[in-house]
């Protein structure tokens, strides 16, 4: 099984106000469904329960929290990183990949870790107070690019990147 990110920020990398998105847009909201579905998701226990709430349809919800005892109807809990990734793995073993989606905190700790990257960037700059500051480009090889103009149900230009860690064995993280 693949480990994989899938984020979405701004041109100055901005990827979060006040716990949730800068924006709304349905292609990107349909961008994550599409990658998602069918996989287990790792995310953050600040941000299931602030943002999310509840499990996503046609996934497995692995929310990542320190407290032991922390639970939730419908999803499954673990206390790091490195926990989830095998529970990922027994709970969909025929998923190509298991996504981490965030929060902030989640994404910093998981970026070293994974080799695939589902990336949209938005042309445009928002007011807000999270960065993907640990992301790097000279790190990343695209292999698939895909534009979309406004209109395209976006009101800003953005571009859908899949990404593969340089130095990954290319072959194993074919999308």
């Not at 998923?95 to 902030?104: C, K």
């Not at 042309?123 to 500051?133: I, K, L, M, N, V």
Request: proline share 6%; glycine share 8%.
């Amino acid at each position: 099984m693949k480990k994989s990110m899938v984020m979405a920020m701004d041109r100055n990398r901005l990827i979060g106000r006040e716990g949730g998105l800068p924006w709304k847009i349905p292609a990107d909201m349909r961008h994550f469904r599409r990658v998602t579905t069918g996989c287990p998701i790792l995310v953050g226990r600040r941000t299931f329960v602030e943002d999310i709430g509840r499990p996503l349809p046609g996934r497995e919800t692995i929310v990542i929290s320190r407290d032991p005892t922390w639970r939730a109807d419908g999803v499954h809990a673990a206390t790091s990183l490195e926990a989830a990734w095998p529970l990922a793995e027994s709970l969909m073993p025929s998923a190509e990949a298991a996504h981490v989606i965030g929060g902030a905190v989640l994404c910093r700790a998981a970026i070293a870790s994974v080799d695939l990257l589902h990336l949209t960037v938005i042309d445009a700059a928002f007011e807000g107070d999270t960065w993907f500051d640990s992301f790097e480009w000279q790190n990343w090889n695209v292999v698939e690019e895909l534009a979309l103009s406004p209109g395209d149900d976006t009101n800003w230009p953005l571009t859908f990147y899949t990404l593969v860690r340089r130095g990954a064995p290319s072959q194993e993280i074919i999308t």
